[in-house]
């Protein structure tokens, strides 16, 4: 069939309309005429796979990768890197809207990385029969990968050589030699994160990080607090960071939900930055029983962003939304978003 694409879902793919029901189509982009083929129907929307496109938007690129279209990794290699931030951009603002209900959402420009290839720090390859590399759009077929164009060279270097080595079948994780396993991948927009956290909260008593990983954000930003109170159930990463704490810095290995209420008052500034599934209920009930005067929540996943963000601005006023672009190229997409009581 042919079809207009319309506008770019989160995850990446195209959205058109046929029979009264929106079809997805990957490695489309809004404005774009194109052929397609229903590969999925469902009650409310199909899904389809792209023949050719017809009229191309002027945002059309070519991939630097030639894997791309068939390794799962990517998702907009064939957009100009600029359209890419206004996709992206423009998901964020869209699921705070419709997920959140959220009426005025105060976005902020997007906190581009300054590369658009070469900016990861770490991959995680696949060995398995002879083959070395990334699985494909279908999760079951690996793909043999010689070079990924959105990892740095040093990291395609230690690509080159465990494919020489003929490894036993596994999973490998590829870093620069100076990068803590802790750290971001993108170190460019990690630094760029850092500093824009540090420009959004003020001073004072305590500064709580909830999900604080190795102390990303609590070791920089705790000199400007009497104390610092870390949260993290992974005790590799907590033990990494009471390695490297202050006097007036606390780690607690263990559930945020079951610490969070002893850490919190009125005068706190909270940080969270919870995995992809977002805050439990009980972490933010633990939030409105006691709210802080401020709070950063940093995400990795729009969706739960916004269903936490409708509970939290019962309480709280939505003070900026700033996406941050961690991982060029491909579907992900990074938020941060302060708030105050």
Known sequence: MQLTIHDVAFGGKG???ADGLAVFVPYTLAGETIQAEIVRRKKNYAEAALIRV???SPDRVEPECPYFGRCGGCAYQHAA???QLKIKSAQVEQTLRRVGKLADVPMSPILASPRAY???NRIRVHVLG????FYSNDGA???DIER???ASDEVNERLTGLRARRMPDGDYTLSEARKSFFQQTNTDVAQALLEHVGGLIGSGRTLVDAYCGAGFFAHPLGERFERVIGIEENEFAIAHARSQAAPHEHYIAGDVAQHLPDALDASTTLILDPPAIGCTPRVIDAI???PPKEIVYVSCNPGTLARDLALLCRTYRLESVTPLDMFPQTAEIEAAVYLKR
């Open 15 to 17: 959205v058109g309309r």
């Open 54 to 56: 017809e009229q191309a």
């Open 81 to 83: 890197y600029p359209a």
């Open 118 to 120: 070469g900016t990861r």
């Open 130 to 133: 002879g083959v070395t590399g």
């Open 141 to 143: 077929t690996l793909l």
């Open 148 to 150: 990924c164009p959105i």
């Open 288 to 290: 409105l029983a006691a």
